[in-house]
């Protein structure tokens, strides 16, 4: 693994299910951070975490959960999906160690909920 | 919270200079950030702002006035990869981000 990966590359999910998103990062950042991507409104955050075992919410946290268990990984769950999900989702880390904290983002997941 | 305003949309000719503006409102700034975003690709980390000034980084330079709550980001010599979308962000407090809408820049021969 090199850098950040994200799984799956595209679902198609029919509503009122269970999805998790998978997001792994090799880079031994401390943070992490979920974003919706949609035409016209760019990225949102959903949650993040700026250390394993922490989490807050971000601007859109609703509909969504997410765990840290430790350093590399940052799973985002929808419980029930429904229909405004329809989206693509962005899985970024950064190192706030660093000067500029710079964000580095995964290749995202293409969600469709029908 | 934040208000991240950016121009939606605009177009250049291969070889110019364009100039991106991105105006922000805050109550905690901590950074201002640019991105690039191809289509169907992620965003990729341009520059970082967080005293006043100009930061240059060959083709690509961006300016911050805090107190004016403004930035831009200038491409200069413009090439056709440059095609892209430009995000402004802006961080408030540690470690969040907020982004603007973005601005599609479309470059033509």
């Known amino acids: 693994i090199a850098g950040i990966t994200q799984a799956p590359t595209s679902q198609i999910l029919a509503a009122g299910r269970r999805m998790t998103l998978r997001c792994t990062q090799d880079m031994r950042h401390n943070a992490m951070y979920w974003y919706r991507q949609d035409l016209g409104l760019g990225l949102r955050l959903i949650h993040y975490?700026?250390?394993?075992?922490?989490?807050g919410k971000g601007e859109v946290p609703d509909g969504y959960s997410v765990s840290r268990a430790n350093t590399d990984d940052f799973p985002l769950t929808l419980a029930s999906a429904v229909p405004s999900q329809t989206s693509v989702y962005f899985c970024?880390?950064?190192?706030?160690?660093?000067?500029?904290?710079?964000?580095?983002f995964g290749p995202g997941t293409r969600l469709t909920v029908l | 919270g934040q208000n991240i305003d950016q121009p939606t949309e605009m177009t250049a000719t291969e070889g110019a200079i364009v100039q991106i503006n991105c105006t922000y409102q805050t109550s905690g700034f901590n950074g201002l950030f640019w991105y690039q975003q191809h289509a169907g690709e992620a965003p990729t980390f341009l520059s970082y702002n967080v005293l006043d000034g100009l930061e240059e980084k060959g083709r690509f330079s961006s300016f911050l006035s805090r107190s004016k709550g403004y930035s831009y980001l200038l491409l200069k010599e413009l090439q056709m990869k440059d095609s892209a979308s430009y995000l402004c962000?802006?961080?408030?407090?540690?470690?969040?981000?907020?982004f603007g809408a973005g601005t599609t820049v479309t470059v033509r021969a």
């Open positions: 962000a802006v961080r408030e407090g540690d470690y969040k981000l907020s």
């Open positions: 975490s700026n250390t394993a075992g922490t989490t």
């Open positions: 970024a880390s950064s190192d706030s160690t660093s000067g500029s904290d710079e964000q580095f």
